[in-house]
């Protein structure tokens, strides 16, 4: 199963994928093919745009980690990273709810 953790406080603060969805074997599982998809797909916007994030994929351990340093940004990044990242994360919840079985997405809620 792919966990996947999205922090907010006002804003998204950082976005966990973790794990294989096990859809299919490894090489054939289009579930965790498009949850990767989405997620270098954000990274990449991220980094085109020059928006400061850290962006870690480690497919070694199976991991990604998007967290943009909102303090750091100025105000055309802002808009663009928050489109970007809220842009992610309602794909994400789509393939949470379409496949419960393989993709699991909490949402912790920071004050």
């Given at each position: 199963?792919?966990?996947?953790?999205?922090?907010?406080?006002?804003?998204?603060?950082?976005?966990?994928?973790?794990?294989?969805?096990?859809?299919?074997?490894?090489?054939?599982?289009?579930?965790?093919?498009?949850?990767?998809?989405?997620?270098?797909?954000a990274g990449i916007?991220?980094?085109?745009?020059?928006?400061?994030?850290?962006?870690?994929?480690?497919e070694k351990e199976a991991v990604f980690v998007i967290a943009p340093k909102w303090s750091k940004l100025e105000n055309d990044q802002l808009i663009r990273a928050e489109t970007i990242l809220n842009t992610l994360f309602w794909a994400l919840e789509d393939m949470a709810n379409s496949y419960q079985e393989y993709v699991k997405l909490d949402i912790v809620r920071r004050c």
């Open positions: 199963m792919t966990h996947i953790t999205v922090d907010i406080k006002e804003r998204i603060l950082r976005v966990t994928i973790k794990g294989h969805t096990g859809y299919a074997k490894k090489g054939e599982d289009i579930v965790c093919a498009g949850i990767s998809t989405l997620a270098f797909a916007a991220l980094k085109r745009y020059n928006i400061p994030a850290e962006i870690n994929p480690n």
